[in-house]
């Protein structure tokens, strides 16, 4: 794999600048949650957005749709919802050597599949997401059909304790590259959006680049280069969800999978392009370890009734780990300096 070079990192860096601040129109006064999105894009990842209802999350993925010029097409899950209605069915048809059963794709097959409510559906159904999300394919009564590329899945859900909601499957969690929490706006925001909105009208956006361009990103982005002292940061901080790994451990039922550790590598890499960067750096892991990590571990009962939350562990856990493990050779850590830096 060639070495990506200064000038392909600069060419792409501004046009995601051009992505996020078209975002930034959709979504007033949430520049951090598009830097992630966005970030989640760029490392070829699925997303899960939640928050209550009425703050944008829905807004937020028709308007990615746009900006990038990709196929959409949304499910509203419903507890009704089988998992033939997301997939597809096989419909018996006339042919021209007869009656068989022809393939009938599902909503399922486009670039950006926004799963509204996700957490609203049975798991049986939300099972019926898993292959899709990992091998970007499905499979309907042994038959493969392989997905457009790019596919993304971007799932928005209303927290648990809302009636009417049921816990994701943590495979199906393990699957999604970031969880964002999405929050209530300042009043601030709220001014600018009653002056700037109406009811029912949907913000205009500019079309700021397509999925060839897109493609092309997300190809550089993986030959970003990550340093093994940065990469040894990572697996030290995923395996820290363990128990026995950690200080932090302790409060922790279930740690992160070998998903994560892939998961924090890419998202480092997608945010070293978009500094501008040719490598990934400690600081880039920090920036989005929570994202990763927090709805990959379980905390212990005990944790959870002192109050501790899945965001505030994996926190405890970034300060607890440190960047360069003390075994680490005086080279490499005079690397990871220059890396960081």
């Given at each position: 794999m060639p070495a990506v070079t200064e000038e392909e990192i600069e060419k792409h860096a501004k046009e995601v600048l051009k992505l996020k601040d078209a975002l930034n129109q959709v979504l007033f006064g949430k520049e951090d949650l598009i830097e992630l999105v966005v970030t989640g894009l760029l490392a070829r990842g699925h997303i899960l957005l939640e928050g209550l209802p009425g703050l944008g999350k829905t807004e937020l993925v028709k308007g990615l749709s746009k900006t990038l010029k990709l196929e959409n097409k949304r499910i509203q899950f419903t507890p009704d919802l089988l998992p033939g209605d997301i997939t597809g069915n096989p419909v018996l048809q006339e042919t021209e050597t007869g009656r068989e059963f022809v393939f009938q794709e599902g909503p399922l097959f486009a670039n950006l599949v926004l799963a509204d409510e996700i957490n609203r559906a049975s798991p049986k159904t939300q099972s019926a997401l898993l292959e899709a999300m990992q091998e970007r394919r499905v499979t309907v009564l042994g038959e493969t059909h392989e997905l457009p590329k790019p596919f993304f899945v971007l799932a928005t859900q209303n927290p648990i304790e809302l009636e009417g909601t049921y816990p994701l499957p943590e495979a199906q969690l393990d699957r999604f590259l970031f969880k964002?929490?999405?929050?209530?706006?300042?009043?601030?925001?709220?001014?600018?959006?009653?002056?700037?909105?109406?009811?029912?009208?949907?913000?205009?956006?500019?079309?700021?680049?397509?999925?060839?361009?897109?493609?092309?990103?997300?190809?550089?982005?993986?030959?970003?280069?990550?340093?093994?002292?940065?990469?040894?940061?990572?697996?030290?901080?995923?395996?820290?969800?363990?128990?026995?790994?950690?200080?932090?451990?302790?409060?922790?039922?279930?740690?992160?999978?070998?998903?994560?550790?892939?998961?924090?590598?890419?998202?480092?890499?997608?945010?070293?392009?978009?500094?501008?960067?040719?490598?990934?750096?400690?600081?880039?892991?920090?920036?989005?370890?929570?994202?990763?990590?927090?709805?990959?571990?379980?905390?212990?009962?005990?944790?959870?009734?002192?109050?501790?939350?899945?965001?505030?562990?994996?926190?405890?856990?970034?300060?607890?780990?440190?960047?360069?493990?003390?075994?680490?050779?005086?080279?490499?850590?005079?690397?990871?300096?220059?890396t960081a830096a």
């Open positions: 964002l929490e999405v929050t209530r706006n300042s009043a601030e925001t709220l001014e600018k959006i009653v002056t700037g909105r109406e009811l029912g009208v949907e913000p205009e956006v500019d079309e700021v680049m397509d999925a060839e361009t897109l493609e092309g990103i997300m190809d550089v982005v993986r030959r970003i280069y990550l340093p093994d002292v940065v990469a040894n940061y990572i697996a030290r901080l995923v395996d820290g969800t363990h128990t026995g790994q950690s200080k932090t451990a302790a409060g922790i039922k279930f740690g992160a999978s070998p998903r994560a550790a892939l998961s924090l590598a890419s998202a480092a890499k997608a945010r070293a392009l978009m500094e501008g960067r040719i490598n990934a750096s400690f600081e880039d892991v920090k920036l989005v370890a929570v994202s990763v990590l927090q709805h990959r571990i379980i905390l212990e009962y005990n944790a959870r009734i002192d109050g501790k939350t899945n965001r505030q562990v994996v926190e405890e856990l970034i300060a607890e780990v440190p960047t360069q493990a003390l075994d680490v050779p005086n080279t490499l850590k005079d690397a990871a300096s220059t």
